[in-house]
């Protein structure tokens, strides 16, 4: 409702054609779970306005693409897989005449309902997800080849672009196309690179309903090792996913899965409470496949109580099911379900003409599932010779990519080590005068007072000799470190040489300079570094010269100032501060 009444205050303000259209798809695509009929609405609004009512009959494709790319979405909602497919072709036919600068529909969906990662905005991204959109309605509809060419065609834009979370989804789907094979090995290889790439954090939707559909698989997987207690786990897992994102699809499948776990660990009540769970969420949704599962498997359920008659009359209605939506599959298991009961009743015909159409259907299943085994065979072997190619290619470039890095690298640490004192991290003396140059030609011209500060290590030599060069190089790293958290950010701090610093100190008062070097003897006064558990401790002196608006006193003669002051602080004793006075 937020997001919705969100596009609607967009819409009112937007006087751009193209972002106007655009906000129609978004609404239209953050309605269809809720309000398909609305959702239906605002799409051929769109596509009105983009094909010609916008733009003086010039086509604003970015917003057809979008417009058949959600339409294909509203028909694979109501499961009419064939005009989803349709609708998804016409838009990779638009994808061709778009910009490539232009933000692709996924990203501007992502920006109103978090539904899939915002990272990418070019034109490849809708590409990537078309590709994919139709390898996934291929595979509902069984063309099982034609589903893989598309996914293949999807992962090597996805590797050519580094786009690891569409890799992540592409290995998922694919490891769904050997689980509808049978295949469960190759299902398990692709569910294992999938959940690799798969992010630790699972931040958005889009992630935790992939996460879900990732566990959905694998307890299949583990089903076909004969694994019941790890298929339970990820059932459960996937259970517990789908219902927090309030997925009914999802639901409706694992709870069938659970019913099957339950059944093989023989807890009939616990399986049969399951399917029926299943079958009344499928019912209310209108989900035939799942409820097909279901009225069968409780069937077959209520046949060992024994309860012949109502064991009947479930796998026959879910048998009728089957035949109605072309369900070879799902015939073929009621077949073989009603084959079995009506031998325990004796009713040998009937058994054996449901045991024929059975092995009829198993057999066409079967010499159709082999031939896509081998067309899923023939599209990987060609995709991956162009992917070899791409990959190749592609080495190379990022090999020249990684070598102008290194170039680049190089050149920035030699910059750093040309301006870096590499004890200390301060800066240099050569550049701390280059930068201080600068400053003080700025407060000329603005006409600002500035200090500088040189400041030595009290006592330095004796620290050296008694401690060793190590103490005295950490007392120098120490010194450093507090005076730059003494300081303000605007002060500039370098290493002048040996144990002496200098400092900057820009706008600033006579007090306000005395100010801070008081806080900076401080500081370092209570220092304490530890040496085979003898406390060393350190002071340091400081001169501070001010140079006044408009004086323009040359930065070499305010330093010659500012150490003539430190000469007059260690002679006063050190661990104190003396302003230079002519």
Not at 90 to 114: G, M, P, R, T, W
Not at 191 to 209: I, Y
């Amino acid at each position: 409702m937020v997001v919705t009444l969100q596009i609607q205050d967009a819409l009112k303000q937007s006087t751009n054609p193209a972002h106007t259209i655009d906000l129609l798809n978004v609404w239209a695509a953050n309605l269809r779970h809720t309000d398909l009929a609305q959702a239906w609405k605002l799409n051929y609004q769109a596509e009105h306005h983009a094909r010609n009512g916008m733009f003086a009959h010039t086509p604003y494709y970015q917003g057809l693409v979008e417009c058949w790319y959600w339409r294909g979405k509203f028909y694979s909602v109501h499961k009419k897989y064939a005009d989803a497919l349709g609708c998804f072709y016409k838009a990779i036919e638009y994808c061709d005449y778009v910009d490539d600068a232009l933000l692709s529909f996924e990203n501007q969906a992502a920006c109103y309902y978090q539904d899939a990662p915002d990272q990418f905005i070019e034109n490849w991204v809708d590409k990537l997800a078309l590709h994919n959109i139709l390898g996934v309605t291929l595979a509902l509809q069984s063309q099982l080849d034609a589903a893989l060419e598309h996914y293949l065609i999807a992962e090597e834009i996805a590797i050519m672009h580094q786009n690891e979370w569409m890799q992540t989804i592409l290995n998922s789907n694919i490891a769904y196309l050997y689980r509808v094979l049978e295949q469960p090995i190759e299902a398990e290889n692709y569910l294992q690179r999938a959940f690799q790439r798969l992010p630790e954090a699972l931040e958005t939707q889009a992630q935790k309903r992939l996460y879900a559909t990732m566990l959905d698989n694998t307890c299949w997987v583990a089903l076909e090792h004969g694994q019941l207690y790890d298929a339970l786990i990820y059932a459960n897992a996937s259970l517990e996913l789908y219902q927090a994102l309030n997925w009914s699809q999802g639901i409706v499948e694992v709870l069938n899965i659970l019913g099957v776990v339950y059944q093989r660990f023989d807890q009939a009540e616990r399986a049969m409470a399951e399917f029926e769970a299943s079958f009344e969420l499928a019912q209310r949704l209108g989900f035939q496949e799942d409820m097909i599962f279901s009225l069968i498997q409780r069937g077959m359920l209520v046949a060992t109580q024994p309860d012949y008659t109502q064991a009947l009359t479930l796998i026959h209605a879910g048998l009728a099911l089957a035949l109605d939506t072309d369900d070879l599959s799902q015939q073929a298991l009621a077949h073989k379900a009603l084959a079995d009961v009506y031998e325990q009743t004796n009713a040998c015909a009937e058994a054996l003409y449901h045991f024929k159409h059975y092995h009829q259907i198993r057999e066409n299943l079967f010499n159709e599932r082999s031939d896509q085994r081998l067309r899923l065979l023939q599209v990987t072997h060609q995709v991956l010779q162009a992917q070899h190619q791409v990959r190749f290619y592609y080495q190379k470039t990022q090999e020249l990519v990684a070598e102008m890095q290194e170039r680049d690298r190089q050149r920035i640490e030699l910059e750093r080590l040309a301006t870096i004192d590499s004890l200390t991290g301060l800066y240099n003396r050569r550049h701390f005068l280059g930068l201080a140059q600068s400053l003080l030609e700025q407060a000329w011209q603005a006409g600002n007072a500035l200090a500088i500060l040189l400041f030595d290590i009290d006592h330095f030599k004796q620290i050296n000799d008694r401690h060793g060069h190590h103490i005295g190089d950490q007392m120098l790293q120490l010194v450093a470190t507090t005076a730059q958290a003494a300081l303000r950010q605007s002060d500039l701090l370098g290493r002048y040489g040996g144990e002496e610093f200098v400092v900057m100190l820009t706008r600033v008062s006579n007090a306000e300079a005395l100010l801070v070097a008081e806080r900076l003897r401080s500081a370092i006064e209570q220092l304490i570094l530890t040496d085979n558990q003898q406390s060393v401790t350190t002071s340091i002196s400081v001169g501070l010269t001010l140079s006044y608006p408009h004086a323009e006193i040359p930065l070499e003669r305010l330093i010659q100032q500012a150490d003539h002051a430190l000469y007059q602080a260690k002679a006063a004793g050190r661990n104190n501060v003396q302003i230079y006075s002519a």
